[in-house]
């Protein structure tokens, strides 16, 4: 949902069964399969479920979401999954109000390696609940109308370990222009990059509310934009129809935040930080 911090998922209606191949390939997968695409898909069934150990390499084509408008996603990773993306080519979608190309959730984990991850006029790119992402490689980019986390949202318990790749060039229309974290963690560290992302009312390239955050390496959160809080980082209560939201406790062990703004803490803005490096 753009407006919540929640997980929209499931079986639609209406959408037109997948006439291209891609859900079979991937349902005939046995658990420890490379899957290398051999071409480009237009896909515009429901989402595809992933239940077992598989691995999609890209191998410099596009897969491209491009069903009706509907708050789902493309891929689904739930309990017992683990879905891994390496290889150069992309995942992307311009179809509005798209939740996620991928829902991480119920304890599946997705293995970000390679690929450029781009749901244009989507919410967001990556959707975790009570989940993980290893993110060591590719590039999330390119969200115009995102909310709660244009890049990826982190909630439920969810957990984001960002060593690599790049979240870069993505607009939220409320928190978390790169990253959203909301009762979850996350760890920015090696050569992770989070720049050029906008957020209009905090958090250009991290919005944190009651979880933890560890900035770490050679991190790299610059030139991110928030209208209000926390250009770079922000961490603040916030309030909501339903009561307050805490804020979270961010940890500085290394990594560099410089070029960011805002009108309130253009690097960081937070009432809750430790700094250890």
Not at 138 to 154: D, E, M, W
Not at 248 to 270: D, P
Request: proline share 1%.
């Amino acid at each position: 949902d753009e407006n919540s911090d929640c997980i929209v998922g499931g079986y639609t209606a209406g959408i037109d069964k997948d006439d291209t191949g891609l859900e079979d390939k991937i349902k005939n997968a046995v658990s420890g399969d490379i899957i290398i695409i051999d071409q480009d898909y237009k896909y515009k069934a429901n989402p595809i479920e992933i239940n077992k150990e598989i691995t999609i390499n890209l191998n410099s084509h596009t897969i491209r979401y491009a069903g009706v408008e509907t708050e789902t996603c493309l891929f689904s990773v739930v309990q017992g999954g683990s879905l891994t993306i390496q290889g150069n080519g992309t995942i992307m979608s311009t179809v509005p109000g798209l939740d996620s190309l991928i829902q991480v959730k119920d304890g599946g984990v997705l293995n970000i390696e390679g690929g450029t991850f781009t749901n244009t006029n989507g919410i967001r790119a990556v959707t975790v609940n009570g989940a993980t992402v290893n993110m060591t490689g590719g590039k999330l980019t390119g969200a115009r109308q995102g909310a709660n986390g244009a890049g990826i949202l982190v909630l439920g318990g969810g957990k984001l370990q960002m060593t690599g790749g790049e979240i870069s060039g993505n607009t939220s229309t409320t928190y978390g222009g790169g990253i959203r974290v909301n009762k979850g963690t996350a760890e920015i560290s090696g050569g992770a990059v989070i720049s050029g992302n906008t957020a209009k009312i905090s958090g250009g390239g991290i919005s944190l509310s009651d979880g933890e955050l560890v900035i770490d390496g050679n991190a790299n959160i610059s030139r991110n934009t928030a209208y209000s809080y926390g250009g770079g980082i922000c961490s603040r209560d916030i309030e909501t129809n339903t009561g307050v939201v805490p804020s979270g406790r961010i940890v500085i062990q290394g990594g560099e935040i410089s070029g960011n703004r805002s009108t309130q803490g253009g690097g960081i803005y937070a009432t809750d930080i430790s700094m250890c490096g």
